[in-house]
Structure formats: C-alpha cells, structure tokens
C-alpha cells in the first residue's frame, strides 16, 4: 500500500494561491447548518478551462435545495 501524503500547511497555502474560487468560497461560506451547493461561474478566458488553474474573477453563486421533501 503507498503512504498518504498528510497535507502540510504549505501545501493548503500552495492550493489556495493557484485557485482563486477557493478564496472567494471560504470568504463567503454558505450559511451554517445548511447543505448548499456552490456554482462556479468562469470567465470564457480563464485558464481554468485549460490548466485547472483559475485566474479570472469569477462568480460564486450558492443553491440551498429542499431537502424536506413534499408533503
């Protein structure tokens, strides 16, 4: 079996740098208590298409589904 890395410090900063809706997500969690899914919206020229990498600033937008179903 091949070791797990533990993730460092460093490594969480590496990752926060290279992702800008990573920043923007944690400075505006979703509201607590709740199950929300976050939609990311690019630009068309953000390498995020190409490299994974997002350098654009891009749109957050939360959806909180009905999870109580109909009665």
């Given at each position: 079996m091949a070791k797990r890395k533990?993730?460092?410090t460093k490594n969480?900063?590496?990752v926060l740098?290279?992702?800008?809706?990573l920043r923007k997500?944690?400075?505006?969690?979703?509201?607590?208590?709740t199950v929300g899914i976050a939609h990311i919206y690019h630009d068309?020229?953000?390498?995020f298409w190409k490299t994974g990498e997002c350098n654009c600033d891009c749109y957050v937008v939360?959806?909180?589904?009905n999870l109580?179903?109909?009665k």
């Open positions: 533990r993730a460092t969480r900063i590496d740098s290279r992702r800008n809706y997500i944690l400075a505006n969690p979703p509201m607590p208590g068309d020229w953000c390498s939360y959806e909180y589904p109580r179903g109909v």
